[in-house]
């Protein structure tokens, strides 16, 4: 199922907290929603699962509007909220199966999905010991497990990683790449490796807009634009060398990174290398290069860049 | 209807597992059995074989021990945040709160009937008149129902459970005496629609074992429309 999200809108008070937003979540995709705290992530995936009503627009799931079709629409959706609230006086079973009651999985196959679910979430240890008795990572896996245990079309995920230790992180991850190759799948975070080893696209949203939608790699180009390489040039005087880098055609801007050291900062023109250009150079003057290194934009650049103003 | 079910089972098990379904239906007990049997007017006193004396008291004891049953029901929900799991998951908002609303009603009448041994206590003692205890009995689960509903609501427009509860005796004192007394003082149509809206006069006419479709009329509509505005201040998310 896919989710078309058409000029949604949602204020608290005078404030807007997501102002006409749009975007299309084909199925076997993974969108990760990158922004601030306070951008609106979190009210948008309220609204895809029908716990707020957008005040304008529209929210089309798999062909049918959210606004109409709600109760049968929810039952493919299956959604970790932020904070991931559960009832921490139940033990994980019963919880597991109330669940899987409420989202009408037929009788005989519940203790099924229980079982897969215990697995899948690495909950066996703690199956029998009530919500509150758990640590965080295990709470976070219960919530993991309640999402999924009706094998839902559609994954919302706020923060799905939050609270747990690095290997479960890592198992997590995986998981949802998995999930994400037959299911359509949106995860929100501001941990941008998280982004990077997960998602097939990304959106990053600044005070309830988009301000960016594509792959991490369309994303940098996208704001990345000119070449910059570090340098250091050894056997010459660091100001000759200066000289003759800024005189090169390719060369828009010299900077001197440390004097002593010889190290330089290099801007190329826009969509021009100059790399070729400096080696023979370095060549012709017998200087020696001991160290180039392309400064590649990252996520948090482009995600720095966008979000601050 | 099936997932109203899963929802009040899932709230009379949490109850059942807590020390607080215990200690409420000690609590309820021992008040309506103190004031039935050993302090004021009870039955000795009396000197009936009638359990009137048992119905006027659970009708106070009933009156504090259900906003303390319902105060936690929605509040609680919204304050830790389950709200927002249960109800992206198929259900809709009135279903939750009939869920709720059937899971407190169920509690009730579970507590009154641990006091049927005092009806078979009583009619070992003379001549029963099984209309009025079968009215009585009545009597009192459509009262419970009323404030449930309105404790329910109380409990929706907020996430302290403190504030519930309060809001709830709040509005239910309207019904328990004010609006009885104000059918008093004022005189007329005013006097009369007082008169109606006061749960007092509806109760007691059904405790003598008098069925009237006024008082039926009374006792459904009260709670159709608390668990209405229920659902309604649900639908705002208490934003």
Sequence with gaps: MDIKVENITKSYGTQRAVDRISFHVKTGEILGFLGPNGAGKTTTMKMITNYLLPEEGNIIIGGKSLLEDAEELKKHIGYLPENNPLYLDMPVIDYLEFCAEIQQIPKEKVPERIREMVRVCGLNQEKHKKIGELSKGYRQRVGLAQAMIHDPEILILDEPTTGLDPNQIVEIRKLIRELGREKTVILSTHIMQEVEATCDRILIINKGRIVADGTAESLSKQVQGQELLHMKIEDGNPNEIFKALQQLPTVELVDFMDRQQNRFEIQSKPEMSSRREIFSLCVEKGWVITEMIPVETKLEDIFRELTMN | ?239
């Design chain 2, 1 to 239: 209807m099936k997932t109203i079910w899963i929802i009040s089972k899932r709230e009379l098990n949490s109850f059942f597992n807590s020390l607080m379904a215990y200690i409420m239906l000690l609590l309820f007990l021992t008040f309506s059995g103190l004031f039935t049997w050993l302090i004021g007017s009870d039955i000795f006193m009396v000197g009936q074989a009638s359990l009137r004396t048992f119905f006027s008291v659970a009708y106070w004891t009933l009156f504090f021990f259900i906003p303390a049953l319902t105060m936690r029901m929605i509040a609680e929900e919204n304050a830790s945040g389950t709200i927002e799991l249960l109800l992206t998951k198929p259900v809709t908002d009135r279903q939750l709160v009939l869920g709720k609303f059937t899971a407190a009603l169920l509690l009730v009448i579970i507590s009154l009937l641990f006091t049927f041994p005092w009806v078979i206590t009583v009619s070992s003692i003379g001549n029963l008149d099984q209309g009025a205890v079968l009215g009585g009995y009545l009597g009192l689960t459509l009262l419970s129902a009323v404030y449930i509903s309105i404790g329910i609501y109380a409990s929706s427009i907020t996430n302290n459970q403190i504030v519930a509860f309060l809001t709830a005796l709040f509005i239910g004192i309207f019904f328990q005496i004010i609006f009885d007394m104000l059918a008093g003082t004022f005189s007329g149509l005013l006097g009369e629609v007082f008169h109606f809206l006061s749960l007092t006069s509806h109760y007691e006419s059904m405790s003598r074992g008098v069925i009237d479709t006024k008082d039926v009329i009374y006792f459904l509509s009260i709670p159709v429309l608390a668990l209405k505005m229920a659902e309604n201040a649900l639908a705002k998310r208490n934003m």
